[in-house]
């Protein structure tokens, strides 16, 4: 589906002068289309069955905030009418409002027709779909903005002269089709260029399909940012995006599948856990799940996949796979296992009965995208299957001389065990001699902090100095650099009682930080928020916490590894090899699990001979292979 169309729920409300609701239309399963009329203005038709009614986009106002949650407001203050929209797809909503913004921009700088032209006009009336947004509106709505703003001295740039002016103008459109052309911050739109490749799309077309579908692959493929795509491309009302730790479950915007469930520690046998996820709050949330996202499966213990699945069946009250849920699971067998009790045996979630039962297509994603050196990924390809050759050990022994630090910021040493983190960065803070600067997070529920705490990546008390080293919790600036795991030194603090940080960052950008919000969905419709600075003390973090980051410069420990897979995690958050330091680098801490190799090597079995039999079969019909 383009830009220019919309699949949604749909409501009309026709406002009174006063304020007071006159009239109130719903519409379930509603088709948005943006066109325009034989005078060229645009139209926005609203379809639904053989239905359709159309309204006149002018003078409108667009109401975003909750555009996350699929939902947003088209106000029509001429017709005294509010168009609201809701269970779209959050993804697909963004680009179709992007779009009539964009367009009606664009139609702004046209000569206006008069309302006499239009009752004398003898053209035919007409709907003709408008075509999607390219290159040249980008350019002309940024001109335009740029234009308004430096008329009136609000850009970055004084007023001045008009030939000067338009100069820029010239300069900027020039430039603007540019990547790397520097952008104005709330005045340029940009086309999005961020495309999925091929096996990226492959998966996201199967989930759209409607299969069960799991999908893994090594450290740095892209696996959380094909899932962010996948979940925006689902209707938010119906979809419920779970993972299996706090902390995995905030980047991606969802809750713990514990939580989710609504059966605690899941320790209970299984009557009592189909009783726990019967109560009427938790069971019509799984009512309204058609779909499910466990991201971190992983970690996921194989007997709690089974009885979630046996509980989805009693609760909806269906004796299909999963009570008839689609299942989207996301997550890599060789990197972090399942937490068990000492004596206690493992089972991973593909050794469950349920699994097979559930999971109609594996696919793997292959293409790294974290590194760029083929010889370090092929270091980390053979962390990632317990193989440590005498030339690979040397390699990664030899990054013990790497001096990594540089413009004051110092590397970030990835640790086993939680204990050793808090000390080493409460130890280093301490040593700092300048007046310590405290700053106290907001939180929407004092009562539950704990719950917040738990999955928020940010502390609820965070306390740095001059010359703290920090780290990024959340994306600012993808362009510039500034993600989440970038690495930085604190350089300073801003004037007034606020006292904002200022962080010089590796990729050069000195900025001062400013609070953002966490929304936490804590299960059963309950969203508790945080705001605080989205930095973190970065002397030290646990490998655990390290799962999804990307780092710049990190120093690793690897005397206390005590489960497979956790190396090649360690290992697998630097970018180069160049910005990697192993300070006691050893062959016995390289290990993966013999069950995981066994599911891993059949995996790859299936798809070559999968491959095999498609080739073979284009081959003898004389057709192309559709992959």
């Known amino acids: 589906m383009n830009s220019c169309e919309l699949c949604c729920t749909v409501s009309t409300v026709k406002v009174a002068p006063t304020g007071e609701t006159m009239k109130r239309a719903n519409i379930k399963n509603a088709t948005l289309v943006l066109g325009r ?49 809701s269970n779209c ?21 046209q000569k206006p027709i008069s309302e006499r032209a239009r009752l004398l006009s003898e053209l035919p009336r007409k709907f003709e779909e408008i075509s999607p947004l390219c290159e040249k509106d980008v350019i002309t709505v940024n001109n335009s903005r740029a234009e308004k703003a430096e008329a009136k001295g609000t850009a970055t740039t004084p007023a001045g002269p008009a030939k000067k002016r338009l100069k820029r103008l010239r300069e900027n459109s020039e430039c603007s089709a540019s990547e790397d052309a520097p952008q104005r911050k709330k005045l340029n739109i940009t086309l999005n260029k961020t495309q999925l490749n091929h096996q990226q799309s492959k998966v996201l077309n199967a989930v759209l399909a409607g299969h069960n579908v799991f999908f893994t692959g090594s450290a ?32 991606i915007g969802g809750t713990t599948l514990h939580q989710f469930a609504g059966i605690g520690s899941g320790n209970h046998p299984l009557p009592k856990c189909i009783e726990l996820a019967s109560r009427p709050a938790r069971k019509q949330q799984w009512r309204k799940c058609r779909h499910l996202i466990v991201d971190e499966i992983s970690m996921v213990d194989g007997d709690l996949f089974t009885k979630l699945e046996a509980i989805a069946r009693a609760v909806k009250a269906k004796d299909k796979p999963f009570g008839g849920i689609q299942l989207i699971v996301c ?53 990632r299957i317990g193989r440590c050759s005498q030339d690979l050990c040397d390699r990664l022994t030899a990054t013990a001389k790497h001096s990594i630090d540089r413009n004051g910021i110092l590397a970030t040493r990835l640790c086993t065990h939680k204990e050793d983190v808090d000390l080493l960065n409460q130890v280093h803070l301490k040593k700092l001699t300048g007046c310590a600067r405290m700053y106290d997070a907001w939180d929407s529920d004092p009562n539950l902090v704990s719950v917040i705490n738990s999955q928020c990546p940010v502390p609820h008390k965070l306390e740095l100095r001059v010359g703290a080293q ?93 489960e497979c897979g956790q190396a090649y995690v360690a290992l ?11 300070l006691d680098f050893d062959k016995s801490c ?21 491959q095999t039999s498609i080739v073979d079969y284009a081959d003898k019909e004389n057709v192309r292979p559709f992959y």
């Open 37 to 85: 009329n034989e005078f060229r203005d645009i139209i926005l038709r609203i379809e639904c069955h053989k239905t359709s009614t159309k309204y006149l986009m002018q003078d409108i106002t667009i109401h975003k905030r909750f555009v996350k949650d699929g939902k947003a407001c088209i106000q029509l203050p001429k017709q005294n009418l509010q168009i609201m929209i």
């Open 470 to 562: 920090v780290m990024l919790a959340k994306n600012l600036d993808v362009q510039q650099g500034l993600v989440n795991g970038a690495r930085g030194v604190v350089t300073g603090f801003g004037a007034g009682d606020a006292g904002l940080p200022i962080v010089k960052f590796m990729c050069g950008i000195e900025q001062t930080i400013r609070m953002e919000r966490w929304a936490i969905r804590a299960g059963a419709g309950l969203i508790l928020s945080r705001r605080q600075l989205p930095l973190k003390l970065a002397w030290a973090i646990s490998i655990h916490k390290s799962q999804g980051m990307s780092l710049d410069c990190v120093e690793i420990s690897l005397s206390r590894v005590f």
């Open 331 to 383: 997550g890599d067998f060789l990197q972090l296992p399942p937490v068990t009790k000492p004596g206690e045996k493992r089972k991973f979630c593909f050794q469950s009965q349920a699994w097979n039962r559930c999971i109609q297509m594996t696919l793997e994603l292959t293409q790294v995208k974290r590194q760029e050196d083929p010889v370090f990924i092929d270091v980390l390809q053979n962390i």
């Open 220 to 251: 740095g493929t892209g696996k959380s940012f094909l899932l962010r795509k996948i979940i925006g491309a689902l209707p938010p009302e119906s979809t419920f995006a779970t993972a299996s730790t706090g902390v995995a479950a905030c980047h």
């Open 590 to 610: 390289v290990r993966a699990h013999p069950d995981v190799l066994k599911f891993h090597h059949q995996l790859r079995r299936e798809q070559r001979m999968m």
């Open 572 to 582: 697998s958050r630097a970018r180069s090899i160049q910005g990697l330091r192993v």
């Open 89 to 109: 797809p959050p993804h697909q909503l963004a680009a179709f409002l992007k779009c009539l913004v964009v367009k009606q921009e664009c139609g702004n700088q």
